[in-house]
């Protein structure tokens, strides 16, 4: 068997329930944890902290992925797909910095292929992309209900209006990018 290649991509399209459910369809993704990033008030967030908008932090995914399987180009194409980049500080109902849009590149080499991916996939909208570009300083886990939120709350009004139909537009998107 071939040695895996493990890399982090760090992600912001909103509720990071969301991202969260649309990753976890993706080939070669290995795990994803939900958490806080982007933030200027030090120490560890809360969830209730977050929501008020005033720590500075989004709602992002840590995502581990098989570069042998899939290359951050393509998750990155996926990430700005399934959510709407051109609008600031929110996605649908959800209003406020901490769901805007944005990419927490690891390193230069992410920084270069996240320029060139927001470049490629403007054409895809009429209104210019606003997701935002940050190197990756502090990534705080999220409280464990946050974590594989979908899976775990199906049945919930938000997941059935909001999350499903992202799942539906990842699934014709994207087919050939996702697990059998």
């Known amino acids: 068997m071939a040695t895996k290649n493990l890399q982090q991509a760090t992600l912001g399209g ?3 329930w969301c991202t969260e459910a649309v990753f976890q369809e993706v080939n070669g993704v290995e795990n994803i944890i939900s958490g806080y990033s982007g933030g200027n008030v030090p120490g560890y967030p809360t969830y209730r902290e977050i929501c008020s908008g005033l720590t500075g932090h989004a709602e ?3 995502i581990t992925f098989d570069a042998n399987i899939i290359s951050f180009e393509d998750i990155l194409v996926i990430f700005m797909t399934t959510h709407d980049p051109t609008t600031l500080n929110r996605q649908g109902a959800d209003r406020g910095t901490q769901y805007r849009s944005v990419i927490f590149y690891h390193d230069e080499a992410q920084k270069v292929i996240a320029e060139k991916v927001v470049k490629q996939v403007q ?3 009429e209104s210019p992309i606003v997701t935002q570009m940050a ?16 899976r775990n709350n199906q ?5 059935n209006f909001v999350i499903t139909p992202k799942l539906a537009k990842l699934r014709k998107l994207h087919a050939d990018k996702l697990k059998l």
């Open 14 to 16: 909103g509720c990071f």
């Open 60 to 62: 992002v995914i840590q």
């Open 123 to 125: 054409a895809y909208y």
């Open 135 to 150: 190197p990756l300083d502090v990534f705080y886990e999220a409280e464990k209900e946050h974590q594989d939120y979908y």
């Open 155 to 159: 049945e919930q009004g938000y997941c």
